[in-house]
């Protein structure tokens, strides 16, 4: 009856948490606009089957092939999602089907930090590969386990496949099957002749990947050497401190979060120093096998500046398992509800910073599409000739192009003609009266803007999407002084909008 009752306590646990997931994964997934990788996605998507594969060289292929059997031509912004939203749902389930191993109080603990996680909330709710990457990871290493404990040739097969489509999904989930290796070196360390099925199984991981590989493998290893992420700016310990923090945190992860960041180091950081300590003092196969692929994933992602947490997706269940074993083997009390209330607080800080658009990050500078398409939409008058509307960007003119998807006004969008704008604004606001012109923060800008007050016409600007400068400044080595010092200085706009009317028409 007690084993009963706590089946029955411990499912209504994980319901709950699949609940709970499923809100945070699914709710209002159309509410931003697409994310500039995103769009760069949909983009693809148009392309021929054989066109799409050879865009995709030097990149992960798996995600965007497979969307392109789920979404139609017209498709939604939250239809596009909804593949990454599910995966992430179960990738929930599934660490808990990992970690359950331990007991179920590790199980589920687990489960809710996978739930709850902002990072793999972010992700799951993008039409992006991270939310199918850690689905994958998850799959591999249950398979791997399968495998080890039935040792016949289903398991192994499953643990080839799910491998090589992990890696098909995110090439740096190589170091991932690495992990695996090293695990496997060190669970068959007594009885090395058992390690001859699974030289079998990972030739066949090499046979599935020898394909792509051949045909990818440099311009990946190109890339990843030569930009710079996230922290790598700040120099590799900077990264070193940053990813941890980010993968417990989300993209909230700055300075001027410090509020959030250092509780949540002092949570995190304690029940994962306590779950490296259980492994070590344990010796368990499970504990080892999450321990190692932590330790190796995150250390190879020092190795590559173009490495950021999104791709880091796939550490998350170990991680979560790990974090979970150490905030449960607490022998203090007091101390393990302190650091749980420390991790469910900035996580859910963390959470409301993300749906509120209060953080600072790449992965959620989502461009407001729709705000600079109704700026201009509602200023258009129905009987009055139409204005010109000019639209920059001049590092990538066809990502512009998806302007038309939120646009729903009567103007016909052109593109600014960097050569000679002075003539070609010249001429529009002439025919025009007005001009709508769109820049991006790479544009030369402050020439145009200089060059229209210059003309003497009527200017307004709105800006879009404020972006951060923190890395850059205390990079150049600022320092702060007084709490003034944090207003305004540190954001600028990514995008202006100009609305730009001929002195001679002007009211």
Request: hydrophobic share 50%.
């Amino acid at each position: 009856m007690v084993n009963g009752t706590t089946r029955k306590t411990s499912a209504g646990w994980l319901v709950m948490a699949l609940v709970a997931a499923a809100g945070l994964r699914f709710a209002a997934l159309g509410q931003k606009p697409l994310w500039c990788d995103e769009l760069a996605s949909l983009q693809r998507l148009g392309l021929s089957f054989f066109a799409h594969v050879q865009a995709m060289k030097g990149n992960h292929p798996l995600f965007e092939l497979l969307l392109r059997l789920w979404m139609p031509p017209d498709g939604s912004d939250a239809w596009m999602r909804i593949p990454s939203a599910a995966l992430g749902m179960a990738a929930v389930w599934m660490t808990w089907l990992l970690v359950r191993g331990l007991g179920a109080r590790y199980g589920l603990a687990a489960a809710w930090l996978m739930a709850l996680s902002p990072l793999h909330v972010m992700y799951s709710r993008i039409a992006r590969p991270y939310s199918l990457a850690c689905t994958l990871a998850l799959a591999s290493t249950l398979a791997l386990i399968w495998a080890i404990r039935r040792r016949s040739v289903p398991p192994f097969a499953a643990y080839a496949v799910a491998t090589a489509l992990l890696v098909y999904a995110n090439l740096f989930a190589a170091s991932l099957w690495m992990a695996q290796g090293i695990f496997l070196l060190w669970f068959h360390r007594r009885r090395l002749r058992r390690l001859t099925p699974w030289v079998v199984a990972n030739l066949a991981v090499a046979a599935l990947l020898a394909p792509w590989m051949w045909y990818n493998l440099r311009g990946a290893v190109t890339w990843g050497a030569q930009t710079q992420y996230t922290a790598q700016q700040l120099g590799v310990w900077a990264k070193a401190c940053y990813l941890p923090l980010t993968l417990c945190l989300g993209e909230t992860v700055n300075p001027l979060n410090f509020l959030v960041v250092l509780p949540a180091f002092i949570g995190f950081g304690i029940a994962t120093a306590s779950g490296i300590a259980a492994v070590f003092a344990r010796h368990r196969s499970l504990t080892v096998l999450l321990f190692i692929q932590v330790a190796v994933v995150f250390a190879a992602s020092l190795g590559f500046s173009a490495l950021g947490a999104k791709h880091l997706t796939i550490l998350l269940p170990a991680l979560c398992g790990l974090i979970a074993i150490g905030l449960l083997s607490l022998r203090a009390k007091w101390l393990c509800w302190l650091c749980g209330l420390l991790i469910l607080a900035t996580m859910t800080a963390s959470l409301f910073n993300y749906f509120t658009n209060r953080q600072f990050a790449d992965a959620d500078m989502v461009t407001p599409w729709r705000e600079m398409a109704a700026t201009v939409e509602r200023a258009e008058e129905p009987e009055e000739p139409g204005d010109a509307l000019i639209i920059g960007y001049r590092p990538d003119r066809g990502v512009y192009d998806i302007f038309r998807r939120y646009y729903r006004g009567k103007l016909n969008p052109q593109y600014l003609d960097f050569s000679n704008w002075r003539g070609q604004l010249t001429r529009e606001i002439e025919e025009h009266r007005s001009a709508w012109i769109l820049l991006h923060d790479s544009d030369p800008w402050k020439e145009i803007e200089a060059w229209i007050n210059n003309q003497r016409d009527v200017c307004s600007m709105t800006p879009f999407q404020m972006r951060e400068h923190t890395q850059p400044r205390l990079k150049a080595g600022f320092i702060f002084r007084t709490p003034d010092d944090m207003k305004g200085m540190f954001e600028s706009p990514l995008y202006r909008l100009y609305n730009v009317v001929d002195s001679r028409y002007a009211r």
